[in-house]
């Protein structure tokens, strides 16, 4: 195998678990939430929304240093289109990173399924028909929420998302955390999404992170329930991110790069 490709190898191999952590991590967390009464989190939403924003940073300490831990398709595309991140690794890092969402499911699944299959019983609630339980797993429209205004949210949530990775990572940005704390900054950016809008429509802002558990629980037993899910909602948590995800990068490169200091300092120097 030549070099190039064991790297490749290497960094597919990062962005699954990456996601696979995520997934693991976040969607125990919303286990917790909803298939327990009374909830450990049904009076404090933030310890959610913390649970899973740590989950992105303890991802990015364990395969940053292979991968730079996208673990979010909507990152990948963004880091193309303005990063200098190479084309032909684009789609199988998409691959990857939602064969680490599946593969997150499978293991919440193997940690949650008694309590998932008593949690149906209890309710009486079928999981083709009504779904039980899937909102541990996959994102849905809440209370009031069409598909066409939650792809409007998950556009708007991801552009912030990525607006704020953009800014944390960014060489020019004087501000922006030093050495590995950008980590937990970038964890605690999630969070607070999460914390501000997660009852709309579980803020997915990751196509992997909603897709790769979806498609494991349509193959574990949820069915038409799973996907394409009411409403054929499936498309909404993969489309808006993408979209999200390139306009708050545009908006970062466009609108604030250009003035950061250093790049500010070195345009004048080449102007003179």
Known sequence: MSKTRFALLGE????????????????????????????PYKLSYWGLAITWGLGVTIAIYVTGAVSGTHANPAVTLAMACYRGFSWKKVVPYWA???????????????????????????????????????GVFFTMPGEAITPLHALTDEIILTAFLILGI???????????????????II?????????????LEGWALNPARDFGPRLFCYIAGWGASALPGPQNYWWVPIVGPLCGGLVGATLYQCLLRPFMPAKSATSALSAD
């Open 166 to 184: 953009f800014a944390i990572t960014c060489e020019y940005n004087t501000v922006a955390p030093q050495a590995n704390s950008g980590a937990l």
């Open 187 to 199: 964890g605690l950016l999630v969070a607070i999404i999460g914390a501000a809008s997660g009852n």
């Open 96 to 134: 990857a990173q939602i064969l680490g969402g599946f593969a997150g499911a499978a293991l919440v699944y193997a940690l949650y399924g008694p309590v998932i299959v008593h949690f149906a019983q209890v309710h009486q609630l079928d999981f083709v028909h009504d779904g039980a339980a899937g």
């Open 12 to 39: 597919l191999i990062s962005e699954w678990l990456a996601t696979l952590i995520i997934v693991m991590i976040g969607d125990s967390a919303v286990a917790m939430y909803a298939l327990y009464d009374p909830s």
